[in-house]
């Protein structure tokens, strides 16, 4: 468990850097973004027969970044309308 916790934050890390621009994502919405990455990786893996969920293989490592990113910039653009909703109240 705490292996997939430290996966779940290098994998989110990693989305951070090849995500363009700056998130203003904090160490924790960081880390449930790698781990959401790291689940969908895995289930896709486990999905073409190439690994299980929890086992560590190169496909499911690279799914997982680009889910990541996609989590990644979705979490910032929804922050972001959030924000410029609230502030033309």
Do not use: D, W, Y
């Not at 919405?29 to 027969?49: E, M």
Request: aromatic share 4%.
């Amino acid at each position: 468990m705490i292996g997939f916790i430290v996966a779940g934050l290098i994998i989110g890390a990693l989305a951070r850097l090849f995500t363009p621009g700056k998130q203003k994502l904090g160490l924790l919405a960081t880390l449930l973004l790698g781990l959401a990455g790291s689940v969908i990786g895995g289930t896709i893996a486990g999905i073409l027969g190439t690994g299980g969920i929890f086992e560590l293989n190169v496909l499911g490592f690279v799914v997982a970044v680009i889910s990541s990113v996609l989590l990644v910039g979705t979490a910032e653009s929804l922050s972001a309308r959030r924000k410029h909703s609230i502030s033309q109240r």
